[in-house]
């Protein structure tokens, strides 16, 4: 049964009328999911064991406008739900029992417990525990919390979401594409960044737009495991961040940080391109980024602001691949925020914040950096953004809240490749043959600044919570919430401005591209190997993905030792095109989420937990929108059939004559995507057991299985079909059909298995550690999903499966984000020095096994037992990508890398402190290959198997040397000793 978009709307209203209703007619527009609060829970009792009714409970906090009470009821049970994240101090009192106090953490999205037991009123008991961090014992849910001003800001480290991502266990940060994460052998593209509960993701790549300041941090979670049914649209995990929100008293901050490219050290590639001419030592200039904030409040406990500021013009030292030639890639920043909380009452409370980015890059390599192997590849690029969002907290009652949220994000592209047009004018990509690595770019700038590209989304969100408490069955906080989601897309993704783009591999000179008089890399034209792709796009397409999802969630705590979660989420997915004839796709998924908690002891001490969840993953524009134009242009690729020459004047290689159409595909005419396919499908369960280390620490153990099934895959079989394809009035001849749906599951496959042993403990008040290890017991299959700029892309398997073979095409094997150990230990000392006030000295220690790689040949020529097998389609193969040995069967080297920092901080006047941060990252400068060069040819020389493919192959002349610099998408040497500093003051 099918739904339009239309009715889906109808549904999600209904289901969210009633929120809006209650919410006092709020209406706006949600991008929000999850939560951003935190809850405080519990049970007073008696000393003999008894539940006291009618204990008064009162809570207060720096982050919350006036305080908060509630009563305990006949069970002696108590909630708070929409608590800010922050410390908070909360008194449980009742006539002719002495008081109870205790002041802890509420972290981000995470719920407390504090379960006091009171005395009769002859003993006055007045009990702080006061908690840094949030517990990693309370909740099956696999988080890791930070408080941005205590951890982040204090150790030698860069402080966007993905690198904060990075300090947490359970991922790996060896991903195709910048700013990424791989969360537990998740694909890299498919989690979810939220900010202020706005959905921040790039829509294809899923790393996180830049719309962050931040010194406006307050806390960052990252969940990886056992996540709860309130997030939805992923199947790796969630990265939840939120911004500060003012206060009763005026708090601010100034901040300059401060870098110089000649405080880096050079490299080892560095130094060897310098010793052979090519580069340069790294320019002394010296880049600010300055940052403001400030909040405080407009009516005490009614009105609060924040806003913050963030300004960077900066230059950083870049170097090209495998030349290694070095240049400036230039940076224009503007952020800004702005935020207003405010109570109605003091049971309902309006949050609205708005964050705006202007951005120019110069100098930006327009595929991806490692790639680019010539300055004609870079441009000068724009990429605005900006979000709003506006939220309801209610207190109906004691035992009834209600939440909803409207909100959007917007993201775009301008200027972001070439302007020319004549065919002359193309970039260039390397076929992988020559001994450089396939897909080098050169020549001309990769897209086009013809075809802007807007990334959106838009989003509707509510929820209502009640709470259950019985003598018999224990208490249940359940949460019955939906939210209506829509990502947009809108843009050709023009590949260039001519819309061509040759292959070809340069002419060499030795282990590097040739170059001519005028400095022009040399291109190859190779008959019946070279080729050219012409991508006709349809510049100002637009799709819509539109998610409803409906979730319930209960956290039912049976009685002192046992907890459970029980939970299940609903999304359905559906599409909308600008184009005419466009079919539209529907996609539904029920996944349950379930955990249970034992508390062995009954006192909190010893922890067994479990989970067992489902996550379906998000729609994404480059699987469901590819029976249609958006970003998914039409291509048809010629092969080379004229003569043989080299050169950026040689006519013949320029000429469409001398070429012959031999592939091609067309969303509109033969790409059919089958109206009920679904998004992958996880399926996760964990094992996890905990302690806590007196009142100062905790460990805990968290063994992870994960299996990926439903996964999208395109389908080319002879029983498909074929289609005459007319395109702009031109027929281009006649190609097989392209059906993408879901892939059986024995077909295509991801395995993971992890084990992660997470600690924290707090020393002295002064001294605070954690360490986590992260065992990747398995993190394999033989469908990798994604590479560099191709998110969501599909594999060989099914694809004219007459012509192939799972051992030489697509085995199996480890992952490129295989990495056996990942090891972070951390910590913090602050040493007072009274008056003159205190420095902590903090400390990282990273340590990553080696990563894996495949020994593959690319453009490997079709050969005529292949053809032989031919069972008539219409356009058959001519290269293919082979592969010796299993998948992942090689591995770089390790790396060991410290990092210190030195913050001094001084009081001067009330509150107001100066700063002064060092920070020196790789201190001991080390430099292993953990990526090299890794050409290798078919060596015709070899045994040839049953398709006659050579079983050798001969590694080129540059293999396992470094070539790509330590700021690539792919480095192959961390990067080297590097000093950073800031100053700045607080209030």
Do not use: C
């Not at 549904?11 to 706006?28: E, Q």
């Not at 009516?299 to 170097?319: N, Q």
């Not at 242009?633 to 020459?645: D, E, N």
């Not at 894996?852 to 292949?866: E, F, G, K, R």
């Amino acid at each position: 049964m099918q739904f339009e978009a239309s009715r889906i709307r109808r549904y999600a209203g209904a289901i969210l009328a009633l929120t809006l209703v209650l919410a006092f007619a709020f209406t706006g527009v949600a991008a929000a999911q999850g939560t951003q609060v935190g809850t405080l829970t519990g049970g007073v009792k008696s000393a003999d064991g008894a539940a006291l009714p009618g204990v008064t409970v009162t809570l207060k906090s720096p982050a919350l406008q006036g305080e908060r009470t509630a009563v305990t009821d006949t069970t002696g049970g108590y909630i708070f739900r929409g608590l800010p994240p922050g410390t908070y101090t909360v008194t449980f009192s009742l006539a002719g029992f002495g008081t109870a106090e205790r002041k802890l953490d509420i972290a981000l999205g995470a719920t407390a417990e504090s379960n006091p037991t009171l005395a009769l009123a002859t003993v006055q008991e007045s009990v702080e525990v006061v908690g840094s961090s949030a517990s990693i014992l309370s909740e099956t849910q696999v988080a890791t919390n930070f408080k941005y001003e205590e951890v982040v800001d204090k150790l030698a480290m860069n402080r966007n979401l993905a690198a904060i991502a990075a300090l947490a266990p359970g991922l790996t940060t060896n991903t195709p594409n910048a700013g990424q994460v791989a969360i537990a052998g998740s694909f890299a593209y498919d989690n979810v960044f939220l900010l202020n509960g706005v959905d921040i993701n790039d829509n294809l790549f899923g790393s996180a737009n830049p719309l962050i300041i931040e010194d406006a941090l307050e806390q960052v979670s990252i969940l990886t495991s056992g996540i709860s049914a309130e997030y939805g649209r992923f199947s790796g995990g969630v990265i939840n961040a939120i911004t500060k929100s003012g206060g009763n008293k005026f708090q601010g901050s100034y901040r300059t940080d401060i870098n110089n490219a000649d405080w880096i050290d050079e490299s080892r590639t560095e130094k060897d391109a310098i010793a052979a001419g090519r580069g340069s030592k790294h320019v002394d200039k010296t880049n600010f980024i300055h940052t403001a904030t400030l909040g405080g409040p407009v009516l005490k406990d009614r009105l609060w602001f924040f806003g913050a500021y963030r300004r960077e013009t900066s230059t950083e030292a870049r170097a090209l691949s495998l030349f290694n030639t070095g240049y400036d890639f230039g940076t224009a920043n503007r952020r800004y925020e702005g935020k207003l909380t405010g109570s109605i009452t003091r049971n309902h409370k309006l949050t609205a914040d708005y964050i705006k980015q202007t951005n120019e890059n110069s100098n930006l390599a327009t595929i991806n950096q490692s790639l680019s192997i010539d300055p004609a590849t870079l441009v000068t690029r724009q990429t605005p953004a900006d979000l709003f969002v506006a939220r309801y907290d209610g207190i109906l009652s004691s035992n009834l809240y209600v939440e909803a949220q409207y909100s959007r994000k917007q993201f775009g592209f301008r200027n972001t490749g070439g302007t020319e047009t004549p065919i002359t004018t193309s970039p260039f990509r390397a076929l992988g043959r020559s001994g450089i690595p396939v897909d080098s770019h050169y020549h001309a700038p990769y897209f086009s600044s013809l075809d802007p590209e807007d990334r959106n989304n838009r989003q509707y969100a509510g929820a209502l919570s009640y709470f259950l408490t019985t003598s018999s069955a224990g208490r249940h906080d359940l949460k019955l919430g939906s939210e209506y989601y829509t990502s947009s897309r809108t843009g050709g993704n023009s590949q260039s401005s001519t819309g061509y783009v040759f292959f070809a591999d340069p002419v060499m000179a030795g282990t590097l591209p040739a170059k001519d008089s005028a400095g022009n890399i040399i291109p190859n034209f190779q008959t019946n190997v070279s080729r050219i792709t012409n991508f006709r796009s349809v510049q100002g397409a637009q799709i819509n993905l539109n998610t409803f999802a409906l979730y319930l969630n209960d956290r039912w705590q049976f009685n002192n030792r046992w907890t459970f979660n029980v939970g299940g989420r609903f999304e359905r997915h559906s599409t909308e095109a600008t184009q005419a004839g466009i079919s539209s796709i529907s996609s539904t998924a029920f996944v349950p989420r379930l955990g249970a908690t034992f508390d062995a002891t009954g006192d909190g001490k010893w922890i067994l937990q479990a989970t067992y969840a489902h996550y379906a993953g998000k729609a994404s524009e480059t699987q469901f929108a590819d029976n249609t134009n958006v970003g998914t242009p039409s291509q048809v690729t010629y092969t080379y059939r004229g003569p043989a020459g080299s050169g950026v004047d040689f006519a013949p290689g320029f000429n469409l004559a001398n070429y012959e159409i031999t592939a091609g595909s067309f969303p509109v005419a033969n790409i059919f995507i089958d109206k009920n396919l679904n998004t992958p499908l996880t399926k996760e369960w964990t094992l996890q057991a905990g302690t806590r280390l007196g009142r100062k620490g905790e460990v805990k153990a968290v063994y992870t299985h994960r299996r990926t099934t439903s996964i999208l895959e395109d389908y080319i079989t002879i029983d498909l079909g074929k289609t005459t394809v007319t395109d702009g009035g031109v027929n281009f001849g006649v190609f097989d059909n392209n059906v993408i749906r879901n892939a059986d599951s024995d077909a295509n496959f991801r395995k993971y298995q992890g084990l992660q042993l997470l600690a924290n403990y707090r020393v002295t008040d002064r001294w605070f550690a954690g360490a986590h290890w992260t065992v990747q017991l398995k993190n394999e299959g033989n469908f990798e999903g994604e590479a560099g700029n191709q998110p969501g892309n599909y594999s060989i398997i099914g694809d004219r499966p007459e012509f192939y073979s799972a051992e030489r095409h697509y085995p199996t094997g480890r992952f490129d984000d295989y990495q056996k150990h990942r090891f972070r230990a951390y910590t913090t000392y602050d040493v007072k020095l009274g008056r003159v006030g205190t420095v902590t000295v903090g400390g990282i220690y990273r340590y990553d096994s080696a990563l894996t790689y495949s020994l593959i040949a690319n453009n490997v020529a079709i050969t005529a037992q292949q053809l032989a097998r031919n069972p008539g389609y219409a356009r058959p193969p001519t290269t293919q990508t082979l592969f010796f040995g299993e998948r992942g069967s090689q591995e770089f080297n390790p790396e060991h890398l410290v990092d210190f920092s030195l913050f001094y901080e001084v009081p001067v006047y009330k509150t107001a402190r100066p700063f002064v941060k060092a920070e020196m990252r790789n201190a001991f400068n080390k430099q292993p290959l953990i990526g090299f060069n890794r050409t290798v040819t078919p060596d015709a020389n070899s045994t040839l198997d049953s398709l006659g493919l050579p079983t050798g192959y001969v590694k080129g002349s540059a293999f396992g040397t470094p070539q790509n610099n330590y700021t690539a998408t792919e480095p192959h040497v961390p990067q080297p000793r590097t000093l950073v500093f800031a100053v700045g003051f607080r209030f």
